[in-house]
């Protein structure tokens, strides 16, 4: 079975009831954009760290590879000698509650034996290439919502809109956050029932993504109106096996 689907339908057809007022999203100025290179991140995060530290600075990521990493290895941790510095139970949940959603609080409530929270220091390990920073720089003051939010244009490569003004923005920065220009994966998932049975679902996935290819232009993905093409093919179970989805993510 092979099934077409289209973008903005499923990822945020409850934001565009919301925002259906929004034509045309405005630019921001250049002073605006500035401050992606000053009290913000160059991808549009406050840049300082919270008032209390829990939150450090960014201070430009993880740009080098962990020492002994190689191509093709899982990534090892590169802060293998962080302590715990407290452990969330549902003995002691109360005294976190302003911090947990309201499932996490149930699975402790749930499995208050076997399931807790070990809390570390906070990190921000986050970084990206040079050239989405860049583009991240020229789509602030380029990048426009068009079609009631149903499409943009003038961007290419980072994210759209790192100064976001409405929620139709933010989901378009998720849409098109950066993740390479290509990527293969096989794998699966499982959902769990209350009493611990569950069916696997097997996948191989790929997805080409010409807006963050190296040389995209807002122009061109303008004219071939394609962001990404996605291909999901299920591998297992066999009642399931064969079953494919195809997107082709068109800029508007």
Known sequence: MLLTMKKITLLTSALTFALASV?????????????????????????????DGSIPAWNGGI???????KVGMHHPDPFSGD????T???ANKDKYKDLLTPGVSKMLAIYPDTYKLDVYQTRRTA?????????????????????????????????????????????WNHILRFRGAA???????????????YTYI?????????????????AALEESNILFRFKQKI??????????????ETMD
């Open 202 to 218: 097997g996948f191989d996935e790929s997805i080409m993504i010409d807006y963050s290819k190296p040389d995209a232009t807002a």
């Open 63 to 69: 740009t080098t590879p962990p020492a002994g990493y």
């Open 183 to 197: 990527t293969i994966r096989n794998g699966g998932q499982a959902v769990p029932t209350a009493d611990g049975d």
């Open 127 to 171: 970084s990206y290439p040079q050239n989405v920073y860049d583009a991240t720089m020229k789509n602030a003051t380029s990048a426009e919502l068009v079609q009631d939010g149903n499409g943009i244009k003038g961007a290419a490569i980072g994210v759209p809109f790192p100064v976001p003004s409405n929620g139709l923005e933010v989901i």
């Open 88 to 90: 969330v139970t549902n």
């Open 83 to 86: 302590k715990v510095l407290y």
């Open 23 to 51: 034509s045309a999203s405005a630019k921001i100025t250049p002073q605006e954009a500035a401050k992606l290179k000053g009290e913000l991140t160059p991808m549009g995060a406050v840049r300082a760290a919270n008032a």
């Open 235 to 248: 591998t297992q179970p066999a009642r399931l096996a064969g079953t494919a989805l195809l997107v082709h």
